[in-house]
């Protein structure tokens, strides 16, 4: 095949234009809507904040309810996990509400931080049980846990007071000495 200079030129501004072209092809793709099968309401909302805040509490630095990382796990279940991730997630959301309400006679929200302590620790035994059974799934306290640390620890908050920022670091040195009391880095 004879190709000429123009061609070839033509040729390659396309190939290129593709190659720059494909981030922000990538960002205008993602502006689209992807199929939530799960709404959440706001009594949902304020359920998974206070999860996360016993997942991650407030010490000497603020906790996951301080982030906002509710707002980013509901963000993420709705528009990044399939149908079948999403609906596991509301129903153990649900299941775990209603097991606080049979054992204590109140829903999570409403009961005592020893109440919710002990309520989550049999949430996550029961889905550990589950994990190992049925290898591949996934289980509502993993998957929950699993985004608030997330969520947290990439929030302002968690990367800001909780782990210690450098925004321009100097040299690596990944031979450095610790002491006990100090945080980890964040990158």
């Given at each position: ?136 799934q ?18 302002e ?10 925004s ?20």
């Amino acid at each position: 095949m004879n190709l000429n200079r123009r061609k070839a030129l033509e040729r390659l501004s396309i190939l290129m234009g593709g190659m720059i072209s494909a981030p922000a092809l990538a960002g205008i793709q993602g502006q689209k809507s992807h199929p939530t099968f799960v709404q959440f309401n706001a009594t949902q909302e304020s359920l998974v904040a206070e999860i996360a805040d016993i997942i991650i509490p407030t010490t000497d630095t603020p906790g996951a309810k301080a982030a906002g990382v509710e707002k980013f796990i509901l963000r993420v279940v709705q528009d990044c996990y399939p149908e079948a991730s999403q609906k596991v997630f509301a129903t153990g959301l649900a299941k775990l509400d209603a097991d606080c309400q049979s054992r204590f006679g109140k829903g999570f929200t409403e009961a005592s931080i020893t109440q919710r302590k002990d309520a989550l620790t049999t949430c996550m035994l029961e889905s550990d049980a589950a994990r190992k059974t049925a290898k591949g799934q996934p289980t509502f306290f993993f998957m929950i846990k699993e985004l608030t640390t997330t969520g947290y620890f990439t929030s302002e908050i968690g990367a800001t007071k909780a782990l210690d920022y450098l925004s321009i670091p100097g040299k690596f040195d990944g031979c450095m000495p610790l002491s006990p009391t100090q945080k980890t880095w964040a990158l």
